[in-house]
């Protein structure tokens, strides 16, 4: 009896051992994929409230013109599986609570530059077609109130140059600091990459309140 | 900030505490580990133009989980002098809350006392002040439930008084010293309605040396020993 004891006590002591140890061994791949910025993508934001909200109708203030951008990748890999955790013993362990693997992901090409023209006059000084890229403030995705103030767009650009996770696509706001005298407008923004590289598109037109 | 803040700091200790030969130079020590509760009282300042954050003081819930849990060393050396360590933690283990003193027993029963000691205080709600005159035309991007956390660093000096009545032991101090706070911001945003401006304002406290007195009293018991180790509380 007495071996008996011994033996479902040190099986049960095995059991807690690799239970614990499970816990701790996340064997994630570090693998990262890179990728070439192809696409761009440009969505209107109502920034009248407390903060910026992505809108699918053209009318904005006259002085919160926001816009979101997204510059992504055509390439897709598939998600990278979680290993599982390898051991001796009869039972394979990993915490239930494990958040999945991430995947990450970096850019062949940098931002180098984000630069903005507007298509239509926004005051008497600021005619149709002038570029006007210093008008303009942006934050990334996680630089907006709260922590920070609106960034510089030559701040912008270094900032959103990282390995990014999950995702082959990297979104940042701009915010126009003037307000528009004109009853619509339109901008074509412009990134600059560091292959020489560029990508670049229009905005709706946008219909001033 | 205005000195009008009473603590009240309880707590139990289980002890074990060492005898040695009287000639050594460490005549014996004792290793307690305690289990408290803080409650602190700041006397409200009535409002004014200027935040005054001892308004916003975090008080400690008198609940057993929200206690403290510390631990503690005494060190007695030979030629009447002793050295006290003790750090208190509320929910992780580290050492940001210390004390250290030393005091030197010229008579059996009085002795005297120094050291330093650094505590965590808390602030938190301040920012439902009124920081600055909205007329409506603002949003107040803040986080309300961001809490300030402050370090109060003291040096001080007082008289103790100890006395041991057969299991029994009763010690009374008081304490006096000079406490400075670590300086801490404020960042408020603000973000203008149907428009892109944002501002920030930031506050930056400012520092400054007071005076402060502190009584202790503290009791305790020794529950089982020998003639190498006594097992007790406080």
């Known amino acids: 009896m007495k071996l008996f004891i011994r033996s479902v006590s040190i099986i049960f002591m095995f059991f807690i051992f690799r239970a614990i140890s499970g816990c701790f061994n996340r064997d994630c791949p570090d693998d990262v994929y890179p990728f070439d910025f192809s696409k761009i993508k440009i969505n209107n934001l109502d920034n009248s409230g407390m903060g910026p909200k992505v809108i699918s109708n053209n009318t904005m203030n006259k002085a919160a013109v926001a816009f979101q951008v997204f510059i992504s990748s055509d390439l897709s890999y598939l998600g990278q599986s979680r290993q599982k955790t390898q051991g001796i013993g009869f039972s394979e362990v990993n915490a239930w609570t494990n958040p999945p693997c991430p995947t990450y992901y970096a850019s062949n090409q940098s931002v180098e530059s984000i630069s903005v023209v507007t298509l239509l006059e926004i005051s008497s000084l600021i005619p149709a077609n002038t570029e006007i890229s210093d008008l303009f403030l942006g934050s990334d995705e996680t630089s907006w109130y709260k922590t920070n103030l609106y960034l510089p767009l030559q701040k912008l650009s270094q900032k959103i140059n990282h390995t990014y996770i999950d995702a082959q696509e990297v979104q940042f706001r701009l915010f126009l600091g003037r307000e528009i005298e004109n009853d619509s407008a339109q901008f074509i923004v412009n990134i600059e990459f560091s292959d020489s590289t560029s990508l670049s598109d229009t905005t709706h037109l946008i219909f001033i309140r | ?234």
């Not at chain 2, 509760?37 to 975090?58: R, V």
């Open chain 2, 1 to 234: 900030m205005k000195l009008q803040v009473t603590i009240i700091s309880l707590f139990f200790a289980f002890f074990v505490c060492s005898v040695q030969a009287q000639d050594k130079f460490i005549s014996h020590y004792k290793i307690a580990l305690n289990n408290g509760f803080e409650e602190s009282i700041a006397q409200k300042n009535p409002t004014g133009k200027e935040i005054d954050f001892m308004n916003y003081l975090y008080r400690f819930p008198i609940l057993l989980e929200d206690s403290y849990t510390g631990l503690s060393a005494h060190i007695w050396f030979r030629k009447s002098w002793e050295i006290n360590f003790q750090t208190l933690m509320q929910y992780h283990v580290n050492f940001k809350n210390i004390k250290v003193s030393a005091m030197y027993f010229p008579t059996q029963n009085l002795g005297y006392r120094f050291g330093f000691y650094r505590y965590e205080q808390i602030f938190t709600g301040f920012y439902d002040f009124p920081f600055y005159e909205n007329d409506g035309s603002f949003y107040v991007v803040a986080d309300k439930k961001t809490k300030q956390r402050v370090f109060d660093k003291a040096v001080y000096g007082g008289i103790v008084y100890r006395k041991t009545i057969n299991r029994f032991q009763l010690e009374g101090a008081l304490n006096g010293g000079a406490c400075i706070f670590s300086p801490f911001k404020v960042n408020l945003f603000l973000k203008k309605k149907d428009s892109n401006l944002l501002q920030n304002i930031e506050y930056q406290t400012v520092s400054d040396w007071y005076g402060y007195i502190l009584p202790e009293i503290k009791a305790g018991y020794k529950l089982f020993g020998n003639a190498a180790y006594n097992v007790g509380m406080n």
